[in-house]
C-alpha cells in the first residue's frame, strides 16, 4: 500500500519554503533559476533592502549550467535546504501551480524525475503542453462531492446552444465586427446515477457514458478550473466540462479549448 504526505504537511511545507523572509547574508539555500526552470544550491550574496518586496542575491554554489552565476530573487524563489519533499505517484491526479505560487491548472502526473521534479500531462490538453515542473509546484487534486450543489444543479435534461463567434472584416475604409446568432446543438442528459446521453452530432447515435466530478482550484478566476463540475465525453472522445451558469442554464466547455455551449433546462 502506497504511503501519501498529509496533506496539511504539505501546506506546512510549501508555506515554510516560500514565506521565509529572514535570510542573510551567508545562508546556505535552494535557489530558483528561472531560465532553467530548476532549483539549484547557492548561498545569499546581498540583502537587498532597496526593493520592494525585498530581495536576496543568491550565488549559485556551481555556476556551471546556469546562464547568470547569481540571482536577485523573491522570497517564492529561495528555499531551505533539505526539505524532504511530498511524494506524488504515477498517474496521480494533481493541480499545478507557477513557480510564483499562482494556480495553473489540473493534470495528471506522467513521469517521475530526478530531483523531485514531476512531467504532467494537463486535462484535455494534446502532448505539447506536458512540461516537468518541481514539486513545489504541485499539490494534490482538489475534491468536489456528486452531494455538492453545484454538481447537483447540472442534473437534468438540456437544450444545448452553439455560441456564435464575432469575425472581422474590412471594406477598405471601415473595420467591422460582425456577430452571428449561434445554432441549436443535439440535447444533453445528465442523471443523478452517475451516467449521460449526449446527442452531440444531429442524425448520430448519441454518445453514452459515465461522468466524474470535476473541483475548481482555489484563486483560478477563469476557465474550466474556475468552477465546480463535472466532466464527460463526446463522441469523439473529447473531454467537456459541465458546470451551472444560472438558474437553469449550464455551460459546456471543452477542456484546453475554450470551445462553449450554453445549455437551458427542459422542463
Given at each position: 500500500?502506497?504511503?501519501?504526505?498529509?496533506?496539511?504537511?504539505?501546506?506546512?511545507?510549501?508555506?515554510?519554503?516560500?514565506?521565509?523572509?529572514?535570510?542573510?547574508?551567508?545562508?546556505?539555500?535552494?535557489?530558483?533559476?528561472?531560465?532553467?526552470?530548476?532549483?539549484?544550491?547557492?548561498?545569499v550574496s546581498i540583502v537587498l533592502t532597496d526593493r520592494t518586496p525585498i530581495q536576496w542575491r543568491v550565488t549559485f554554489d556551481d555556476p556551471k549550467g546556469h546562464t547568470f552565476e547569481y540571482l536577485s530573487l523573491t522570497s517564492a524563489q529561495i528555499r531551505a535546504r533539505g526539505i524532504k519533499a511530498p511524494t506524488f505517484q504515477l498517474n496521480q491526479r494533481v493541480d499545478v501551480y507557477y513557480t510564483s505560487g499562482d494556480p495553473k491548472g489540473r493534470a495528471t502526473v506522467i513521469e517521475r524525475q530526478p530531483n523531485g521534479r514531476y512531467k504532467v500531462h494537463y486535462d484535455g490538453c494534446g502532448a505539447y503542453r506536458d512540461e516537468s515542473v518541481d514539486w513545489s509546484q504541485v499539490k494534490p487534486e482538489s475534491t468536489v462531492s456528486a452531494s455538492d450543489p453545484d454538481i447537483k444543479a447540472t442534473l437534468g435534461k438540456w437544450a444545448m446552444f452553439v455560441y456564435s463567434y464575432p469575425n472581422t472584416y474590412s471594406d477598405g475604409n471601415y473595420v467591422y465586427r460582425v456577430y452571428g446568432t449561434g445554432a441549436k446543438a443535439p440535447p444533453l442528459q445528465i442523471n443523478a446515477d452517475g451516467t449521460y446521453t449526449w446527442y452531440d452530432e444531429f442524425n448520430k447515435p448519441p454518445v453514452k457514458g459515465n461522468w466524474a466530478t470535476h473541483a475548481k482550484i482555489a484563486g483560478?478566476?477563469?476557465?474550466?478550473?474556475?468552477?465546480?463540475?463535472?466532466?464527460?465525453k463526446d463522441s469523439h472522445n473529447v473531454y467537456w466540462k459541465i458546470s451551472k451558469d444560472r438558474?437553469?442554464?449550464?455551460e459546456a466547455r471543452m477542456l484546453c479549448s475554450g470551445q462553449t455551449q450554453g445549455g437551458t433546462r427542459i422542463k
Open positions: 500500500m502506497r504511503k501519501l504526505i498529509p496533506f496539511c504537511l504539505f501546506i506546512l511545507c510549501v508555506h515554510i519554503c516560500s514565506a521565509q523572509t529572514n535570510w542573510k547574508v551567508g545562508d546556505k539555500v535552494e535557489a530558483f533559476d528561472m531560465y532553467n526552470n530548476t532549483w539549484s544550491n547557492g548561498t483560478v478566476t477563469m476557465g474550466t478550473e474556475a468552477v465546480n463540475g463535472i466532466i464527460l438558474q437553469d442554464h449550464i
